[in-house]
């Protein structure tokens, strides 16, 4: 079966602490994408990054990091030096080709709150 | 601006009203999605149209009847819902066809509460 786990439901750091949010997936396919989406509280989801199975090299894009580890199945996000515009929900999600028709498999989400 | 519009925002009904969601898209995508996002729950992926056809009806009750008539709307058809449907319904749209790694634009949703 396919699943998505995001452990932590809410996190609190206080502005510029590093903070990572953890996501753990399940899938028998060899063949398969992972997905960071951010939820800010006007309620739309944005798409923050997308990996490959065949691709583990880690990713970074400013102040957000993704550590992408086959071997534990994991696909973890870091934000270094938080900011309180970073407060939003984080979803974690898969994604897999051979599997005709299939959309994402979101999971549970974790919530993020930055104070000042 | 976003690419996905969704109306409206809102949206109080009652459990005998007959109400409908509406979606645009204005990227030019092929697919477009229903997902609902209940409290405390993952987004439940409902409806799945990939050129205007139909490709995945996640187990939804009919009570909810979505309907594409072209690739850029998407609208849901809401009749005799019950208190538990009340909801944030997201709706999404991407250029790859579905099982891709199609990257999922959304819309803000509609916040909905059955009375």
């Known amino acids: 079966a396919q699943k ?28 398969y994408y992972l997905f960071w989406y951010k939820q800010p509280p006007s309620g739309e989801l944005v798409f923050l990054i997308r990996r490959n199975s065949f691709d583990e090299q880690n990713e ?44 994402l498999i979101f999971g549970k989400g974790t919530t993020l709150s930055v104070s000042s | 601006e976003t690419g996905v519009t969704q109306t409206p925002r809102h949206l109080v009904m009652g459990m005998t009203n007959k109400k409908s969601l509406k979606c645009e898209q204005h990227l030019g995508h092929n697919a477009m999605y229903w997902y609902k996002q209940s409290a405390k ?28 008539p072209n690739s850029s709307h998407l609208f849901l058809h809401l009749h005799t819902l019950q208190p538990e449907d009340s909801a944030l319904y997201l709706c999404a749209s991407s250029q790859d066809r579905p099982g891709t790694g199609e990257k999922l634009f959304f819309g803000s949703g509609t916040q909905l509460s059955v009375l």
């Open chain 1, 4 to 31: 998505v786990t995001q452990a932590q439901t809410e996190i609190s750091v206080v502005e510029k602490e590093d903070v990572t949010l953890d996501c753990v997936y399940e899938t028998r396919d060899t063949t």
């Open chain 2, 41 to 68: 729950k993952p987004l439940e992926l409902m409806f799945v149209y990939n050129f205007k056809e139909q490709t995945e009806n996640n187990s939804v009750p009919s009570r909810f009847s979505p309907e594409c």
């Open chain 1, 60 to 103: 970074i894009s400013g102040r957000y990091s993704w550590n992408f580890q086959k071997s534990t199945s994991s696909f973890n996000f870091t934000i270094t030096a938080s900011q309180v515009v970073d407060s939003a929900v984080y979803f974690c999600a898969l994604s897999h080709p051979n599997q005709a028709g299939t959309a």
